[in-house]
């Protein structure tokens, strides 16, 4: 008994202990907190207290291909009571089936108003939330692509590859109906319908998929209205001979606006579409969004107007980074970046749990 005893011993000292010993920093390194890459618009404001941890991290690096500023403030990082008004306003040109869309992160507690009008029957607008949904869109459309071109599927949209591995970023899939004023409630039982006139509509299929990243334009047709179903809104917009005028002076119809409470931090995508396939047509859009931030009035470091910035963390401590794109308040454009997190190794955390392997079987070869 005693010699089965010293054999189980000798395996879980020499095999099993120096395994997970090895393993968990790598662990930790490699998958826990690994590089992440967001993607940021501008006045997007994100915490990165969940890329790191101060006991394996010694710092956090952030960078970017634009500028953008970054706060290292103490604990889990608070939003404001006040929120940030910021305003979009866009036109658009669009052939029939064409696709173009925006997406901006929105914190807990943030709405937005979307408002659209077009010049011609056939413009549809849809609101997807969260990454899983923009990609149930666009799925078909990716798989064709990748077939008439022999290469294998790609993602459409540029977004970051890891952001479902990002606790605290929830991606739910929802179903909502417009409610009285104008109103999308979160909490409604079943989608909006599309009327079958239009689904009549949209017999033809592209043979051709013209690509681009980021904020994309894309010939489709009724399979992509068909897998969108699942968005928070989806919508036909009423045709006006004086759309510009309305759009200009902000007279957009209120049957052609809708207001949007968000009940959790997310990526919010919106896109539009024409099934006109006699006229170009033209549609216009204001996004009016009452945005979240996070109070970053009183941070342990600051580092302002950079592409890059580097932040020490405390072993003991909880700390917390914060970034934010500069933007104005009124836009007529919304430009995409992408953000970069890095940790930087605690080198001496890892050196003790390395060192260890070889302690632990010395010691149990003296015993």
Same mark, same amino acid.
């Given at each position: 008994?005693?010699?089965?005893?010293?054999?189980?011993?000798?395996?879980? +000292?020499?095999?099993? #202990? $120096?395994?997970? #010993? &090895?393993?968990? *920093?790598?662990y930790a390194r490699y998958h826990l907190y690994? %590089?992440?890459?967001? $993607?940021?618009?501008?006045?997007?404001?994100?915490? #990165?207290?969940d890329a790191?941890? $101060?006991?394996?991290?010694?710092g956090?690096?952030?960078?970017?291909? /634009?500028?953008?500023?970054?706060?290292l403030v103490s604990g889990t990082p608070t939003v404001k009571k006040e929120k940030r008004h910021v305003k979009l306003k866009r036109k658009l040109l669009l052939q029939h089936d064409d696709i173009e869309y925006w997406g901006v992160y929105l914190l807990e507690g943030s709405t937005f108003t979307v408002s659209s009008t077009a010049r011609w029957p056939g413009g +549809? #607008?849809?609101?997807?939330? /969260?990454e899983d949904n923009l990609r149930k869109c666009f799925y078909r459309e990716d798989h064709l692509e990748a077939e008439l071109n022999g290469v294998p599927p790609k993602t459409v949209y540029r977004s970051p590859v890891d952001v479902d591995d990002l606790p605290g970023v929830v991606m739910v899939e929802e179903e909502h109906h417009p409610a009285d004023h104008g109103e999308v409630a979160p909490s409604s039982p079943a989608p909006p319908v599309l009327s079958d006139s239009k689904l009549d509509m949209l017999h033809h299929f592209n043979d051709t998929l013209a690509v681009t990243t980021g904020n994309s334009s894309f010939s489709s047709s009724e399979e992509f209205l068909e897998q969108c179903r699942d968005s928070i809104l989806v919508v036909e917009l009423q045709p006006s001979l004086d759309w510009e005028w309305r759009l200009n002076t902000d007279n957009i119809a209120s049957t052609n606006?809708?207001? &949007? *409470? +968000?009940?959790?931090?997310?990526?919010?995508?919106?896109?539009?579409?024409s099934d006109n396939s006699i006229e170009l047509n033209h549609l216009g859009f204001v996004l009016d969004m009452h945005r979240t931030t996070y109070d970053v009035a009183d941070p342990l470091q600051t580092c302002r107007n950079a592409s890059e910035c580097i932040f020490p963390l405390a072993f003991t401590? %909880?700390?917390?980074? @914060? @970034?934010?794109? *500069? /933007?104005? =308040? =009124?836009?007529?454009?919304?430009?995409?970046?992408?953000?970069?997190?890095?940790?930087? $190794?605690?080198v001496p955390v890892y050196m003790v749990f390395i060192l260890l392997v070889p302690f632990i079987i010395l010691l149990f070869a003296f015993q």
């Open positions: 008994m005693a010699s089965a005893w010293r054999v189980i011993s000798f395996f879980l +000292v020499v095999f099993v #202990l $120096p395994t997970v #010993l &090895i393993s968990l *920093p790598l690994h %590089t992440r890459h967001l $993607p940021i618009t501008e006045t997007d404001t994100r915490a #990165l207290n790191v941890s $101060p006991f394996w991290c010694q956090q690096r952030v960078s970017s291909n /634009g500028t953008l500023d970054a706060y +549809v #607008l849809l609101v997807a939330k /969260g606006s809708w207001h &949007i *409470p +968000v009940d959790s931090s997310d990526y919010y995508y919106f896109i539009f579409t401590q %909880t700390q917390s980074v @914060v @970034v934010e794109v *500069p /933007g104005q =308040e =009124e836009l007529d454009e919304l430009h995409s970046f992408e953000v970069t997190t890095a940790c930087q $190794p605690r």
